[in-house]
């Protein structure tokens, strides 16, 4: 999924070359071109705002240049999983939930306080 949203970038000057997936207090950088995790930063954040609930999940996502200097913007993903692999979702202006094709995604209570525990 991150090599879709990292051919977005290809329109910029800087296409990405690197990404980091934080959740917890971990943070993950994976290289783009070679398709491989490479490195795991333990307890970058001081406190875990990206979280992992059951099968939710609300991840960070930072795209990085050649130099791994940051292309904005930092986005915060919502991912569910569901038929044995992870889905995101977007979230609207009004906290309401919805695939990519824009149908509306029925959470259960846990996932709602899951990815409500920052407001």
């Known amino acids: 999924m991150i090599d879709r949203i990292a051919l977005g970038g290809l329109l910029e000057r800087r296409p990405p070359s ?60 919502y991912m569910i999983y569901r038929d044995e692999r992870w889905e995101k979702m977007v979230r609207d202006d009004e906290g309401r939930f919805a695939w990519k094709n824009m149908s509306p995604v029925m959470l259960p209570p846990y996932a709602r306080r899951c990815f409500d525990h920052a407001q």
Not at 26 to 51: A, F, G, Q, S
Not at 55 to 72: G, K, Q
């Open 18 to 77: 690197y990404a980091a997936v934080a959740t917890g207090n971990d943070e993950y950088v994976y290289n783009l071109r070679d398709k491989v995790y490479m490195r795991c930063i333990k307890d970058r954040y001081e406190k875990p705002t990206w979280r992992t609930c059951g099968d939710v999940a609300e991840v960070r996502v930072e795209l990085m240049d050649d130099a791994m200097n940051t292309l904005p913007p930092v986005m915060a993903w």
